[in-house]
């Protein structure tokens, strides 16, 4: 099966029926693809041949062991001291031979599942799986009515209202975007209490400190209704550490990541390698960095607890040379993604990447900036993509608009990836027989039994002709995908949360404001 | 080698210097990427079986055998008689067997070039080669300054200058848009004339009659400055027929091809089998019909001349099932383009597909879905892509805008297509030593030896931040787009041609409008 439907609609019953459009199902504010795991068919586009991704290999293993990284954690230099690592006394540098890290790398499953409070939204990571994540971490958002602003707690909810909403995202990563109305010592207490009850799918915890990891753990433990037995059982969230590229892992993002593996939690590792600034100017020589650093945190993160879910996170991009701005789906980003891809299935690692663009509006340039780097994630094979939906400016704004434009092209995605049949039957030699040089096959019984489901059916491209499109008013993309987003807020209702659930998170973000929430001095 | 330098760059030497940005070349509207032939090196994706593969050719043997195709053309059914195919008495349908049909394909070459009368310009076709076309043949046009519009000869001046000036258009198709303001008569003379003067690169014939495509032909010749026998002795032109889907092939088509095949002039065959509409509603009955239509007239084509060039056209797509509209870079259309490039492989022939959309104005929907259709070519591994710049609302209108959108995309893809090399430069295990944990690559002189090199730059594309952006006035993708295009236009200059020939080719069209053109009864 290419699709598994995993899970109920999302809950939404207001106004059934209400609706004149006979697509959209009861109370939907339109109709969407069900929920479902899309799985990838294709075989992988693979721009490296055998002896590249050899050369790669062998780059990252000399940086590791004749350059070596800093870890800016003495407890992870502690670790790594025992397991026979090189560290450089008075320093933060460690150099890791070869041997050990594809031992420790070799422990990590190739393929695990995140089961949240919602035990029908269980994701699976690796393999053939392919998982949408909405945007996250943007410190400004925007939409057509209010233009762009900084983040605050009711952008905040819309956002995770949307990625509820669309079946198509499938985790719920970091904040769609900061709200920074809040102070960041409770933050994350208000914006995980806002997402475990306006999201039951799989969410994540920052690694900003202590304090923030284990509240979040904790608060995802109370939503699940979980014993910490239960917890720590299997994957129940996950959190994404980036390094601060090149050659460095600092403090609360180690911190953060060891916390999570000592609990069998998955870490998505994550190099920020944009090629020319803080890593190589040739896409070899980044991935080979990339890869360096990545394997450096996952063999740590084994090495605390082996068997940890891991991730082997691509972000290779490149910066345009005379500005030094970054950018993404260009063709470098591409080839990077695809030679990531290459790169985690040598490691046998489930992999990451992002639907990523420069573009300042969601205009043209987002929107093809964007398929690139979709495409880009299909042919590597990537299993997680970040910011599936909703991103712009390089990560620096969530828009309203731009989400709703990139879940109508990530069910594309979905449906494209249904399997092609050739059956008799799909051959159609008896519809082609009957309609003959001279008819057309709207009305054959083939078609007719067919239509219903036969292809991708669109809530947002508008595919009328230029004067139906003119007399309803010229109305252009981002304009109607606002007006969708309206819709969907309009009508959102959270999913189920036992009462009792509910209570206990909220005097836990109670208890822990009293205490001071975490601290903000780094 | 991935990238084949073939010819010197567009003249236009205009107010060399002038420019303040060092990008730009001497007297050129903007920095491009200069004229090549790329070569397209990854791996096809595959979404057939070898069994499905079998199932798609047995299926389109069977209509050939049992349903049989209407050739309505006298000749071209006295032609198939004589090779033994099954003329029904008193009808047009002709039933073609398999061996013959297979017999006849494989006279066809399976790589080819065709020389314009520049021949700096020539262009291969098949193998790894992928060629961009201009959009052909919208009766509308559209700019942001003057809104949508009738064709006129002033606008398809504009768009075949637009064709000339970018490098990443290799060959000029049909009339980028109808002018509607020149009687059909003598139409094909003045565009003819306005194209060859306008442009050096591969032109074509619309195969509209006799008359038509004889004086094209001709034309084509004197722009050479051939005999007779050297323009039949190689490719210099082609023309493109489609199929009256289902089934059928009409009389002017099957005219304008044989006489093109006569004088060993390549033949691009592309059914129009939209899928629920003139073909079955499923994506393997749809490339069934559209493979029996094409191999149709593929074999009548090696009948009248074996060894003519050839091309398998797909234009395969769905339709709105609720509306009847045609839809273009949908999952639908992806799918059946890759199932196109597999059985275009499977015959040995070169395959054509389309950078098609369905929007209405050059907005977000228009690059998603371009970008779609663009990705379905490069993974079909497609010869040539038609209406590669300029085509919205499914081929009705031609957009000065999304032609210089769309260029900005080509240009990517081109550049995506470079080789990824792995040497040990790349790696750059030196470079990552020297920059160490601390500094950045800006300043390496591994970056500073390969930076202008290194990656895409853009033309259209604004990386800038959303400040700076905001400063210069928060200028939309297609407004870009509408000054680099008057830039273009109002630099422009011819490419050079000889006096003699342009006075030959002014008398030659001046006698045949004297004679009256050509007729306007079909």
Known sequence: MVEQILGRRVRGRRGGGRSADAR????????QTPWMLPRNPDAPTEPLSEEGVQAIHDGAMRVLEEIGI???????????????????????????DRGFVMEQVAKAPSEFTITPRNPARRVTVGGDAMLFVNVSSPPNCSDLDRGRRCGDRESFRDLIKLSQYFNCIHLCGGYPVEPLDIHP???HLDCLYDKLLLCDKVVHAYSLGAERVEDVME????????????????PRMYTNINSSSPLKHDHPMLDGAMRLARRGQPVFVTPFTLSGAMAPVTLAGAVTQQTAEALAAIA?????????????????????????????GTPEYMRATQMSGQMARFYGLPMRASNACAANCPDSQSAWESAFSLWACVSSKANVVYHAA????GGLCASYEKFVMDCETLQQIMHYMRPVTTTPDDIALEAIREVGPSGHFFGASHTQSRYAEAFYSPFLSDWSNFESWQERGSVSTPARANRICKRILAEFEPPALDPAIEEELGAFVARRKREGGAPTDF
């Open 24 to 31: 959209r199902g009861a109370g939907q504010a339109l109709a």
């Open 70 to 96: 800093e870890f800016l954690n003495a407890e992870a230099k502690s670790i790594l001291r025992r397991a026979g690592c090189t560290v450089s006394p008075g320093s933060d540098n460690v150099r890791l």
């Open 185 to 187: 010592s409770v933050r």
């Open 219 to 234: 608060m995802v433990r109370i939503a699940g209704g979980l014993s910490h037995e239960e917890f720590d059982a299997a």
């Open 300 to 328: 740590l993160l084994q090495s605390v607890n082996p068997g940890t879910p891991v991730v082997y996170g691509s972000f290779t991009s490149n910066v345009d040379m005379k500005s030094g701005a970054p950018a993404f």
């Open 390 to 393: 909703g991103w712009l400016e």
